[in-house]
């Protein structure tokens, strides 16, 4: 059994549609920002601020290579996952690739009230999501799948990715 692999960018519904889309096949969850906070004892926001992006980059690929070989698993990843291209051939590899793909308004509106997420906290986060988008997309891209999802509800979304599986 592949595994569903969902990218996209901060805010874009990953966990949760993740979440129902394990529950609604029978599949485990897995969340690849939980495992470096599991492995690390840290939470994301400290492992940025203690030892930078750069190490958090190297921790992240290292998760990703550690599930190479696990198959029926829901895999949600972390939004700059695709900055490396290694990663996205190591989840493409055993796994159908879905991108949540929302709007930079939609993003920022999920966003806006919450402080976990260390490269949006800064002074005009609509044109730091805006930038990271502009160099992001084209790797989202990659994706097997494109669902947009601004104004679609989770429901809605989970079943789509199910039926798009059950023909994979
Ligand atoms: C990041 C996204 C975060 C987390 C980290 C970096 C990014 O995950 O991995 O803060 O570079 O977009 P979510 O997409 O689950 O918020």
């Known amino acids: 059994m592949k595994n569903i ?5 901060m805010g874009s519904g990953k966990t949760e549609i993740g979440k129902r889309l394990a529950d609604k096949l029978g599949y485990t969850f897995i969340d690849t920002d939980s495992i470096i906070e599991n492995e ?3 939470s994301i926001a400290e ?10 980059r190297g ?10 070989g ?13 900055i490396n291209r290694e990663n996205i051939l190591n989840l493409k590899k055993d796994g159908l690739m879905v991108w949540l ?12 009230s919450e402080y976990r997420r260390p490269l949006l906290r800064v002074e005009n986060p609509l044109q730091e999501i805006n930038k990271l988008l502009g160099i992001r997309e084209p790797l989202y891209a990659e994706a097997d799948i494109t669902i947009e ?6 429901e809605k979304i989970v079943a789509i990715i199910a039926d798009a599986y059950s023909k994979y």
């Open 70 to 82: 696990i198959r029926g698993c829901v895999i949600s990843t972390g939004g700059g996952v695709v």
């Open 5 to 9: 692999v969902l990218i996209g960018f």
């Open 149 to 154: 999802t601004d104004g679609i509800d989770v």
């Open 101 to 112: 793909k929302a709007s930079p308004k939609t993003i920022y509106e999920r966003v806006k």
């Open 40 to 42: 690390m004892g840290k």
């Open 59 to 68: 921790l992240e690929t290292g998760v990703v290579k550690e599930l190479s």
């Open 47 to 56: 492992i940025f601020h203690e030892y930078g992006e750069e190490d958090f």
